[in-house]
């Protein structure tokens, strides 16, 4: 049972607007939520995250928005750059000492 | 900020022969590190965590006699594929907590291809 999903495996965006990236998830113990960003043949980086206690977290142009009732959380980046083409995973943890759950990915592509 | 050092990058190795990964926490101390596999075009699949000083634990159809971890300082992490099978391909990552609170990082993955 995959816990964690994101629907849509791509995604394309003109440069300048904004790309919206999709996550869902089952377990409600989930309280943590990261986004990473990956390059062919490189480890996931780091991206953003949320907290279960809040609704939106922003950094630059990267805006996580947490739906707890929904158990849906979703990605902005804006504008979007080419280079943000990459593949986008979410991931979510419990408490504790205990490994990330990861979605399947979206592939971005933003064209110029 | 936290670094995980992973080593090789890439590696070819032949069928019926054994390759070790190492990952290694550059400034920070990591009791507990996370292996992860990644077929093409799939999620991060987790293997094992692996706990300083201990025995790691595997998930649920991954063979530990194949996939020999070894974590036997708070620095340092092995992966070794035993009598590695073409099918053993994918794409290797291990992962730290770094101490901060939520806080992973991860160490830049291991190409593995068995020809």
């Known amino acids: 049972d995959q816990q964690v999903k994101q629907n849509s495996p791509s995604l394309s965006v003109q440069e300048g607007r904004i790309s919206i990236l999709n996550c869902d998830y089952t377990?409600?113990?989930?309280?943590?939520f990261l986004w990473y960003k990956k390059y062919p043949a490189e480890g996931p980086t780091f991206l953003i995250s949320?907290?279960?206690?809040?609704d939106k977290n922003e950094d630059g142009r990267f805006t996580v928005f947490l739906n707890k009732s929904a158990k849906h959380l979703s990605l902005h980046i804006v504008p979007s750059q080419p280079g943000d083409s990459a593949v986008y995973f979410c991931a979510a943890s419990p408490s504790g000492n205990t490994p990330l759950v990861f979605g399947k990915g979206t592939r971005l592509s933003v064209i110029a | 900020g936290a670094v995980v050092s992973q080593h090789p990058s890439r590696v070819i190795c032949k069928s019926g022969t054994s390759v070790k990964i190492e990952c290694r926490s550059l400034d920070f101390q990591a009791t507990t590190m996370f292996w992860y596999r990644q077929f093409p075009k799939k999620s991060l699949m987790l293997m094992a965590t692996s706990n300083e000083g201990s025995k790691a634990t595997y998930e649920q159809g991954v063979e530990k006699d194949k996939f020999l971890i070894n974590h036997a300082s708070l620095t340092l992490s092995t992966l070794t594929v035993t009598s590695a099978h073409p099918e053993d391909s994918s794409f290797y990552i291990c992962s730290a907590k770094t101490g901060v609170a939520y806080g992973y990082t991860f160490g830049s993955g291991t190409r593995l291809t068995v020809v």
């Open positions: 949320i907290s279960s206690i809040k």
């Open positions: 377990n409600s113990m989930f309280d943590y």
